[in-house]
């Protein structure tokens, strides 16, 4: 079992930046991909970044590449996405999820995570 928890969200203008965390307790991260993904009001839950349980490879989805960057500090037990360049579009409530499944590129697939935190508001203003 793992409880994760997702923070940092919040206001911020266009073209400005975040970084959300997401603090896991129980089995340690290192045991588990692990992905971004995000709900925009009226919209389904959608993939937005993943890294590998050993952080050897990360993905993106389209919209957000170059702007995004997915880590993972496994001492920490945390897993961050860097937000950067802002736009509206990026508003949404932001999850992050384990997965232990295999193989890699089922990276994008919500029913393949087992565990998912409670989410954290991004809200961008135009």
Not at 25 to 45: D, E, I, L, N
Not at 54 to 62: A, C, I, L, M, R
Not at 79 to 98: E, G, K, R
């Given at each position: 079992?793992?409880?994760?928890?997702?923070?940092?969200?919040?206001?911020?203008?266009?073209?400005?930046?975040?970084?959300?965390?997401?603090?896991?307790?129980?089995r340690?991260?290192?045991?588990?991909?692990?992905?971004?993904?995000?709900?925009?009001?009226?919209?389904?839950?959608?993939?937005?970044?993943?890294?590998?349980?050993?952080?050897?490879?990360?993905?993106y989805?389209?919209?957000?590449?170059?702007?995004?960057?997915?880590?993972?500090?496994?001492?920490?037990?945390?897993v961050?996405?860097?937000?950067?360049?802002?736009?509206?579009?990026?508003?949404?409530?932001?999850?992050?999820?384990?997965?232990?499944?295999?193989?890699?590129?089922w990276?994008?697939?919500?029913?393949?995570?087992?565990?998912?935190?409670?989410?954290?508001?991004?809200?961008?203003?135009?």
């Amino acid at each position: 079992q793992v409880l994760l928890v997702e923070s940092g969200g919040g206001l911020v203008q266009a073209g400005g930046s975040l970084r959300l965390s997401c603090a896991a307790s129980g089995r340690t991260v290192s045991s588990y991909h692990m992905g971004w993904f995000r709900q925009a009001p009226g919209k389904g839950r959608e993939f937005v970044a993943a890294i590998a349980r050993n952080g050897d490879s990360t993905t993106y989805t389209d919209s957000v590449k170059g702007r995004f960057t997915i880590s993972r500090d496994n001492a920490k037990n945390t897993v961050y996405l860097q937000m950067n360049s802002l736009i509206p579009d990026d508003t949404a409530v932001y999850f992050c999820a384990a997965g232990e499944f295999s193989p890699w590129f089922w990276y994008s697939r919500r029913n393949r995570y087992d565990f998912w935190g409670q989410g954290t508001q991004v809200t961008v203003s135009s």
